[in-house]
C-alpha cells in the first residue's frame, strides 16, 4: 500500500457521476498514474471515511478508450452499465462526436452513441444465456433455475438472477439479497433483481448488486432483467424499466442489448496525499 501512496506526492483526482442514482467514482488513469488495491477501493467506498459509491471506474488508454470496473468490497465487476454511460457521455461532449467505442475489461467492445435527445446510449453487448457462459455451476436450464421462486439466470458480463413477483412492496432485499448472491449455483456469486410488470412493456424492478449490496438502479441488471422477461414471454424485447433511482429504456435488438437513461457528472475532486497515506 505504501508504493502506491508514494506515487501520490500531492494528490489523486477523481470525478463524481451517477446514472438513475447508481454512484461512481471515476478515476482517469491516462492523466494520473494509477495502482488500485482492494483495500484503497474499500476505504474510497466508505461513505463515511472515504467518497462513497457503487462502483469504481478507471479509465485508461485504449482504442478509444478502456474501463475497469471495481465493487465497493475491492472486487473487480466485468461490467458497469451505468458507469460506461456516464464515462461515455462526457467523452462524446469533450469530442463533440455522437459514437464512441469503449473497452471494458472482461466484457469486450461496447458501443456508446448520443441520442437525438440528448442522452447517452450504450450497447451492453449480446446476453449469455448458457449455463457454462453464465456461469453456473452445473448444467441446468437458464430459464428456470432450480431456486426457490423459479429465477431466470443471465449473463450480461456479470452473471444475473432474476425472480418476478406479483407485488414488491413486502420485499425484504436486505434479507434475500445476500442470501441468493451466495447461492452455490452461481460460483463467482451473482446480481439479484426483483421484477414486477406493471403494464405492457412496462417493469417495476429493485437490484441487490454483488460485493456492494442494494443501489438505487443498475445497467447491467436492468438489461439481464429485459432478457429475462422477453424470453418468459412477459414482455417484448424494447421495455421502460423503473428503478429506485430512476428509469432506464432497455431494447434487446440484434446486434446487442441497448440501454438509455439519465447521466450526471456531479462534481470533481481530489484524494489528498494525507488520505492516501493514511491507508
Keep these: 500500500m505504501r508504493g502506491m501512496a508514494d506515487m501520490a506526492t500531492t494528490h489523486w483526482p477523481f470525478m463524481k457521476m451517477h446514472g438513475a442514482g447508481n454512484d461512481f467514482v471515476v478515476i482517469d488513469g491516462r492523466d494520473t498514474p494509477v495502482d488500485l488495491t482492494e483495500s484503497l477501493v474499500r476505504a474510497l467506498a466508505d461513505r463515511h471515511r472515504g467518497v462513497?459509491?457503487?462502483?469504481?471506474?478507471?479509465?485508461?488508454?485504449?482504442?478509444?478508450?478502456?474501463?475497469?470496473?471495481?465493487n465497493a468490497d475491492g472486487s473487480q465487476s466485468a461490467a458497469c452499465g451505468n458507469a460506461t454511460r456516464c464515462i461515455a457521455a462526457r467523452e462524446l461532449a469533450q469530442r463533440a462526436a455522437?459514437?464512441?467505442?469503449?473497452?471494458?475489461?472482461?466484457?469486450?467492445?461496447?458501443?456508446?452513441?448520443?441520442?437525438?435527445?440528448?442522452?447517452?446510449?450504450?450497447?451492453?453487448?449480446?446476453?449469455?444465456?448458457?449455463?457454462?457462459?453464465?456461469?453456473?455451476?452445473?448444467?441446468?436450464?437458464?430459464?428456470?433455475?432450480?431456486?426457490?421462486?423459479?429465477?431466470?439466470?443471465?449473463?450480461?458480463?456479470?452473471?444475473?438472477?432474476?425472480?418476478?413477483?406479483?407485488?414488491?412492496?413486502?420485499?425484504?432485499?436486505?434479507?434475500?439479497?445476500?442470501?441468493?448472491?451466495?447461492h452455490p449455483l452461481f460460483p463467482e456469486r451473482t446480481n439479484v433483481q426483483f421484477a414486477q410488470i406493471v403494464g405492457p412493456d412496462h417493469i417495476r424492478m429493485r437490484v441487490w448488486e454483488r460485493g456492494t449490496g442494494i443501489t438505487l438502479a443498475s445497467g447491467s441488471s436492468s438489461c439481464?432483467?429485459?432478457?429475462?422477461?422477453?424470453?418468459?414471454?412477459?414482455?417484448?424485447?424494447?421495455?421502460?424499466?423503473?428503478?429506485?433511482?430512476?428509469?432506464?429504456?432497455?431494447?434487446?435488438?440484434?446486434?446487442?442489448?441497448?440501454?438509455?437513461?439519465?447521466?450526471?457528472?456531479?462534481?470533481?475532486?481530489?484524494?489528498?496525499?494525507?488520505?492516501?497515506?493514511s491507508l
Design 52 to 70: 462513497g459509491f457503487d462502483q469504481l471506474a478507471l479509465i485508461t488508454e485504449g482504442s478509444d478508450l478502456t474501463i475497469t470496473f471495481y
Design 98 to 182: 455522437d459514437h464512441l467505442e469503449v473497452h471494458v475489461t472482461g466484457r469486450g467492445m461496447l458501443s456508446a452513441v448520443r441520442n437525438t435527445d440528448g442522452s447517452t446510449a450504450v450497447n451492453m453487448g449480446h446476453p449469455q444465456l448458457g449455463w457454462q457462459d453464465i456461469p453456473l455451476s452445473r448444467d441446468v436450464d437458464t430459464l428456470s433455475l432450480p431456486i426457490d421462486g423459479d429465477p431466470v439466470g443471465t449473463g450480461m458480463g456479470n452473471p444475473h438472477c432474476t425472480f418476478f413477483v406479483d407485488e414488491m412492496s413486502t420485499l425484504d432485499l436486505a434479507t434475500i439479497g445476500p442470501k441468493i448472491e451466495h
Design 224 to 277: 439481464a432483467t429485459a432478457v429475462a422477461a422477453a424470453r418468459r414471454g412477459l414482455t417484448g424485447r424494447k421495455v421502460q424499466i423503473d428503478l429506485d433511482g430512476g428509469t432506464l429504456h432497455i431494447d434487446w435488438r440484434d446486434d446487442g442489448v441497448w440501454m438509455s437513461g439519465p447521466t450526471a457528472h456531479v462534481f470533481d475532486g481530489t484524494l489528498t496525499a494525507e488520505f492516501l497515506q
